[in-house]
């Protein structure tokens, strides 16, 4: 059997996996209830303040203050459905369905990140949409939409990697999750009011604070830069999910 054929066969058994366990519907609704109800809120002040934001802010602006909730979310759930089956000696009878280790990573990965990513952006469109809705003298032009979407999609794919990686590196839930929330949303801000050189240096090479440097626009440092921010979290989330691998391909699965 050719290894298209199975890669596609366990993306969708890691599709029905994903989708067949309670913990992700939960997450899952609990996650779109906070950003589209953020979304309210803030749609509901702009609507009654006679000011308003500045000239230049569109209803995408009042998206991206819901961006963060979204990607708390996102690194959740991404940990969870990555760790879910090692915690329950799932991960044998899986592995003896589909023994290429490689092809398992892949699709887990996949299924995972391409889930959670779209999930991510869907949530935050609706939400600027609901601030839209509440006042329509914003706007919500077409172009910044894609292209305050694709940013926030960057985000949340490699968060989603970052999470996954780590997961199959600890195979447990709490450690990841511990891990992933202290390196995106803890030490980053914690780090960089540290009244020292080297701790904001350090913090500016962390993976949260690009992740916060794209969705804001501010980061710990002056010379941050879009680029710089995409790389550093871009590079955290590949070596996570390379590392995951590692362990994934080189040593016991229930261990």
């Known amino acids: 059997m050719s290894t298209t054929t199975v890669l596609a066969r366990t993306s969708s058994a890691e599709w029905s996996r994903l989708w067949s366990v309670r913990s992700t519907w939960i997450f899952a609704l609990v996650t779109a209830v ?10 509901y002040d702009v609507s009654d303040d006679p ?11 009042g998206g991206r203050f819901t961006a963060m909730f979204a990607l708390f979310g996102v690194l959740a759930m991404s940990v969870v ?3 879910a089956d090692h915690g329950t000696g799932g991960i044998v009878p899986t592995l003896q369905w589909t023994p290429r280790r490689g092809v398992l990573l892949a699709a887990r990965a996949g299924v995972i990140v391409a889930t959670l990513t779209a999930l991510g952006v869907v949530l935050v469109a609706g939400a600027s949409v609901i601030v839209w809705a509440f006042r329509p003298s ?26 996954v990686g780590l997961g199959l590196v600890t195979r447990s839930t709490a450690a990841a999750l511990v891990s992933v929330i202290a390196l995106m949303l803890v030490l980053p801000p914690l780090l960089a009011n540290l009244p020292y050189e080297w701790s904001s240096g350090l913090s500016a090479r962390m993976p949260g604070s690009g992740a916060l440097f794209l969705i804001f626009g501010e980061g710990p440092r002056d010379d941050m830069t879009t680029a710089s921010a995409r790389l550093t979290l871009g590079l955290w989330a590949v070596a996570a999910l390379v590392a995951g691998g590692l362990r994934l391909m080189r040593t016991d699965a229930d261990r």
């Open 51 to 61: 000011t308003g934001p500045g000239p230049d802010a569109t209803a995408w602006d």
């Open 81 to 83: 459905t990555s760790t």
């Open 34 to 43: 906070v950003v589209l109800g953020f979304g309210t809120i803030f749609g």
């Open 138 to 163: 914003l706007g919500l032009p077409f172009g910044e939409g894609v292209e305050s979407l694709a940013e926030l999609g960057f985000v949340y794919a490699a968060g989603a990697l970052l999470g």
